[in-house]
């Protein structure tokens, strides 16, 4: 059964940092590019940061510098480092492949106040 269980996620003021994981199970973890997503209020799921098997990392121009996506195929487990964090990333984050064909996880909660 595929599962993508999201956490790390909470309230953090303008500046602060938080660490999201993944945990993935039900597929053949190593074998797919992976990625985080987010939606905020009132908008469309974006796609945040992705990360490919050899581990080449793409971003959203948004998050670019900020954000650093990795992974550990040991634990079938994939991160996002948020640092200097903006109001405007309050939104929920969420992973999948970086095609989004996995059945989407609960998410986590990200709130950032000014």
């Known amino acids: 059964q595929v599962q993508l269980v999201e956490s790390g996620g909470g309230l953090v003021q303008a500046g602060g940092s938080l660490r999201l994981s993944c945990a993935v199970s039900?597929?053949?973890?190593?074998?797919?590019?992976m990625g985080w997503y987010r939606q905020a209020p009132g908008k469309q799921r974006e796609l945040v940061a992705t990360?490919?098997?050899?581990?080449?990392?793409k971003y959203a121009d948004s998050v670019k510098g900020r954000f650093t996506i990795s992974r550990d195929n040991a634990k079938n487990t994939v991160y996002l480092q948020m640092n200097s964090l903006e109001p405007e990333d309050t939104a929920v984050y969420y992973c999948?492949?970086?095609?989004?064909?996995?059945?989407w996880g609960q998410g986590t909660q990200v709130t950032v106040s000014s």
């Open positions: 999948n492949t970086d095609n989004s064909y996995l059945p």
């Open positions: 990360i490919t098997t050899g581990r080449t990392t």
């Open positions: 039900g597929i053949i973890f190593r074998f797919n590019a």
